[in-house]
């Protein structure tokens, strides 16, 4: 593991990655910045979240998913003239690409 995800993965808190998985696993997505359960993701977190974090994280917090990275698991982003850039990480078994686009693309324009 890299210095930089190596420090993402040591500062990642449990709760944290708990909302995470939940989120894929219900609404299928997780927006960078946007609330989820009282947590709010930063970009950080989610670029620094490649497939050997995610699995390092499940499992120093015994998380039981049947998320697979490789497989159900994937990210895109977007540029917002007011906003920036921003990420959205999403379970394409309940999101597909197009769909996250759109769903990334409303909550910018509803920020």
Do not use: R, W
Not at 52 to 61: G, P, R, S
Not at 70 to 77: E, L, Q, V, Y
Not at 85 to 111: G, H, M, P, R, T
Request: proline share 1%.
């Amino acid at each position: 593991m890299n210095d930089s995800n190596k420090e993402h993965f040591d500062i990642f808190p449990k709760d944290g990655f708990e909302i995470f998985i939940n989120c894929l696993e219900t609404q299928g997505y997780v927006i960078d910045s946007k609330e989820e359960s009282g947590y709010a993701f930063s970009s950080t977190q989610l670029d620094n979240m490649t497939e050997e974090v995610f699995y390092a994280l499940i499992e120093k917090f015994n998380i039981n998913t049947d998320l697979d990275y490789g497989k159900n698991i994937s990210s895109t982003g977007c540029y917002h003239q007011e906003h920036g850039s921003y990420s959205i990480f999403f379970n394409d078994e309940i999101v597909d690409y197009y769909e996250a686009k759109e769903i990334l693309s409303q909550y910018l324009d509803n920020l």
